[in-house]
């Protein structure tokens, strides 16, 4: 089956630069999303890799080494607002072609 | 654009007694899927409505639980005969067929307590 491994835990300055690792074992990898979820709220989509390579969006970029099969989130520019769990997830066939296996989530906490 | 909705979005029950959970994806999005979350970890795939067809099921899903999509429209998610373990929050999303299935839009979820 499926597994994701993500730090549980980061915590960083507001300004600061924050990555977050993501490895996964999978058959018949499509791709590697990441979501952020804050405190009672709803998982929001933040980015998508299907090739290698880094995408970037604002102050997130999401990059992917499938033959590593490691993935990472880079948030930049640190605000208190970013204080939120973050969690890789991936698309396979081993379990469906549709479904999102989600890793357990990164709790990030900005301080100031 | 409303959002995926979900209703309730809190429900306490017995053990033993059924309950049902209704989202409303975005109108203009075919792919609906049901998650479940409990605390301190990632959602967890249920199943998924490709308009009213139900083309996947985690093998997972106690047969417990049914969900339908009658219309290709709302969606509504069963747990019959709950049990103690079924306390989540229960997460809906959709999707668009003419973006990506990895761009999932979630609605708030319904938190399951089961007494």
């Known amino acids: 089956g499926q597994s994701l491994e993500q730090p549980s835990e980061v915590t960083a300055v507001e300004g600061a630069i924050v990555q977050i690792n993501c490895t996964y074992q999978?058959?018949?990898?499509?791709?590697l999303s990441w979501y952020q979820q804050h405190d009672g709220g709803a998982p929001t989509f933040l980015s998508y890799n299907a090739l290698d390579g880094l995408e970037e969006t604002g102050r997130f970029s999401s990059f992917l080494s499938r033959s590593d099969s490691y993935g990472y989130l880079l948030l930049q520019e640190l605000q208190m607002k970013d204080s939120a769990s973050y969690f890789c997830a991936v698309r396979a066939s081993d379990t469906g072609r549709r479904a999102l296996t989600f890793g357990s989530g990164t709790r990030l906490q900005v301080q100031p | 654009d409303t959002g995926v909705s979900q209703d309730p979005r809190h429900k306490i029950t017995k053990r033993g007694q059924n309950v049902t959970f209704r989202c409303d994806p975005i109108s203009e999005h075919n792919r609906l899927y049901w998650y479940r979350q409990t605390l301190g970890q990632g959602p967890e795939f249920l199943t998924y409505?490709?308009?009213?067809?139900?083309?996947?099921k985690s093998r997972l899903l106690s047969d417990r639980f049914s969900a339908e999509r009658p219309k290709g429209s709302f969606s509504t998610l069963e747990i019959q005969r709950t049990e103690q373990g079924d306390s989540a929050m229960y997460l809906c999303?959709?999707?668009?067929?003419?973006?990506?299935?990895?761009?999932?839009?979630f609605g708030p979820g319904t938190r399951l307590t089961v007494l």
């Open positions: 409505f490709q308009n009213e067809a139900q083309l996947e």
């Open positions: 999978t058959s018949g990898f499509y791709g």
């Open positions: 999303a959709s999707s668009s067929t003419s973006g990506s299935q990895d761009t999932q839009y």
